[in-house]
């Protein structure tokens, strides 16, 4: 089979997908620099692979994975990210967080789930919107995520919502700490490990509202995002027209 019929091959399974969704879905390069250290889509893959929360949180700062390449801090080493979850009834909302400081987190990304009936559930994963901007949403393109043995998991009777031990300068034993890569490395990597198939959703999912919760913001990283898109703009003005009697000098000034 050559690429081109597995190019349309592909485009058609995601269209097949996309009807069977009921939805409109666009798919689009995200240059947000969040994006390029937390590719949400790849946390979302991550999700469905692994078997629990305390395995997922783990697999999140795992270093060969390379998944996390967030550096909110600016301190030149990747942020370490722990996981937390609220329940009420039959709706899961698991918080992923960046720790930056003592008493300092930033809410990175949500995962919530709902069952809905037996052996279906509602789901989406998204970025919090002080990194990703609004409405930046991953669904899975199935609807068979009952099978994912996370989902397994969460929904035994007498289940126990999971809350990290973790914090700010004390992690997993195993953690060592590791320098973020270049988007484009960062990138080829994550591609390489995505098994499931998730799509962007181009509008707002409705929310259960079941859980209430306090969103957690780091004024640091509010600062950083506020100097980013604040920089200054060049502007080109006109120079004086040159003429055999200006001097040199004023020349010079002129064209400055």
């Not at 091959?9 to 250290?37: C, H, K, P, R, Y």
């Not at 469905?48 to 783990?58: C, I, N, Q, V, W």
């Not at 996981?83 to 008493?103: K, R, S, W």
């Not at 499931?196 to 004024?219: C, D, G, L, P, Q």
Request: proline content about 5%; glycine content about 4%.
């Amino acid at each position: 089979m050559n690429k081109k019929m597995i190019t349309t091959a592909g485009m058609l399974l995601f269209f097949i997908i996309a009807s069977a969704w009921g939805q409109e879905f666009t798919v689009e390069a995200v240059s947000n620099e969040t994006a390029d250290a937390l590719d949400i889509e790849a946390v979302a893959d991550l999700f469905a692979e692994t078997e629990s929360l305390e395995d997922f949180e783990l697999a999140l700062n795992d270093a060969d994975r390379g998944i996390n390449n967030l550096d909110l801090d600016d301190d030149g080493y990747v942020d370490y990210l722990v996981v937390n979850e609220e329940v009420n009834d039959n709706t899961h909302l698991v918080v992923i967080q960046a720790l930056l400081g003592e008493n300092e987190i930033q809410d990175v990304a949500v995962i919530e789930i709902e069952q809905t009936g037996e052996n279906e559930y509602n789901m989406y994963v998204q970025g919090d919107e002080t990194l990703y901007g609004p409405d930046f949403y991953y669904i899975p393109a199935t609807t068979h995520i009952y099978t994912w043995p996370i989902v397994i998991r969460l929904y035994r009777p007498a289940y126990k919502p999971y809350r990290t031990v973790y914090y700010y300068g004390h992690y997993h034993p195993t953690w060592k700490a590791y320098k973020p890569v270049p988007p484009r490395a960062y990138h080829m990597k994550t591609a390489k490990i995505k098994r499931h198939v998730f799509v962007r959703h181009n509008a707002k999912v409705i929310h259960t509202n079941k859980i209430k919760r306090e969103v957690k913001r780091s004024e640091r990283v509010k600062a950083q995002k506020t100097v980013r898109a604040e920089k200054p703009v060049k502007t080109r003005t006109k120079s004086t027209p040159k003429s055999p009697s200006t001097p040199q000098k004023q020349r010079d000034t002129n064209r400055r």
